[in-house]
């Protein structure tokens, strides 16, 4: 059922020229149920298809931080086998 | 210097390109599907389409889940770093889809309820199992990779795991808001290109979740092995990089 309840100002603080006073604004707020729309479908599908795709490339961006810390490690380790061959063949 | 080799294209590599490639060739074929075939759906309108991502994203994370749980079990059946890379792997794979659903679910529900959440049964009970596995890898991400943390940590990827089945019939026992499209009491999917479209994104989820899942545990399998091999150097005095 329609409860379309919106406040009105009360009809002796509403002056002639039609603007409202300080009296007459609304002091309460009323709910309407059966209102107009408030989200569009097609808004919520790309919103949601949007979600989808930002969170795996967050995800793939992670992994391949991940991959590069490792290579980052695995370079570091094979330098420190390069030196240590280095010096061997200097004994 | 020492001449290194690089590691050659092996089966498993094959493999595991054409996972992906028929992924990505299923999810092409998708969202053909869903945005230009798939009839629009008559009370709930273009949003439902929705369901053709969010459903499939939910059994992914049921994939996830499901690895975490037997990795942990193995693991502490017999600790092995493939066993703990599974069981990582799956936490995340888990924690990468669940975020997919919780973000997709309460943007159709802001249409078809009129609101984007709501302390339904399903909804509660999904959020309780990706924040168990969110806890999952903070742990292991913080408390170090020492063997303590991972027995802890595949204690609670087990205890993660029976969360799921009280997700899954969380509808029928207590009720909720949540629908029963597919099983259950549901209506199911009407048309022959809805159920075609919902077919098609269980196959490319579960490709992806399941190429995912592969990658991710060679990373970290590849991590262990390079830790150890990192300790080894040290001990045998070939790491002098903190020497002056």
């Known amino acids: 059922m329609q409860n379309n309840t919106q406040a009105a100002p009360a009809e002796s603080a509403k002056p002639a020229d039609g603007v409202t006073t300080p009296e007459g604004r609304s002091t309460a707020f009323q709910a309407v149920e059966g209102g107009p729309e408030q989200h569009s479908g097609t808004t919520l599908l790309v919103e949601a298809y949007a979600v989808l795709w930002v969170i795996l490339m967050g995800w793939l961006l992670l992994v391949w931080q991940r991959q590069k810390n490792v290579g980052g490690r695995l370079d570091a380790l094979e330098q420190a086998i390069d030196r240590a061959a280095a010096k061997l063949e200097k004994k | 210097m020492t001449s290194r080799a690089r590691p050659s294209t092996t089966g498993a590599d094959y493999a595991f390109y054409a996972t ?14 869903v945005f230009l075939q798939v009839p629009t759906e008559k009370t709930m309108g273009i949003v439902q389409k929705i369901f053709y991502f969010h459903v499939p994203s939910a059994y992914s994370m049921y994939i996830g889940a499901a690895a975490c749980f037997i990795g942990s079990v193995m ?72 063997e303590g943390e991972r027995k802890f940590s595949a204690a609670l990827g087990i205890l993660g795991a029976f969360n799921l089945p009280i997700i899954h019939f969380s509808v029928q026992k207590w009720s909720g808001q949540h629908p029963t499209v ?12 809805m159920k ?27 991590t262990s092995r390079l830790a150890r091999a990192e300790e080894d150097a040290i001990d045998l005095g ?3 990089r903190n020497e002056g």
């Open chain 2, 20 to 33: 992906v490639a028929l992924a990505t060739a299923i999810y092409v074929w998708l969202i053909n599907l």
């Open chain 2, 75 to 146: 693991y502490l059946i017999k600790p092995t770093d493939a066993r703990d890379a599974l069981a990582r792997a799956g936490a995340e794979v888990a924690v990468v889809f669940g975020a997919i659903v919780l973000t997709t679910g309460p943007l159709w529900a802001a249409k078809a309820w009129g609101f984007y959440w709501t302390w339904d049964p399903r909804l509660t009970t999904a959020l309780l199992s990706v924040l168990i596995y969110v806890a999952y890898l903070v742990l292991r991400g913080f408390a170090g990779d020492g």
């Open chain 2, 182 to 193: 597919i099983t259950g009491k549901g209506g199911g999917l009407q048309h022959p290109d």
């Open chain 2, 196 to 222: 075609l479209a919902l077919g098609l994104g269980f196959a490319a989820f579960t490709l992806f979740a399941v190429a995912a899942l592969w990658a991710r545990v060679r990373v970290e399998v590849s």
């Open chain 2, 238 to 240: 070939l790491d002098d």
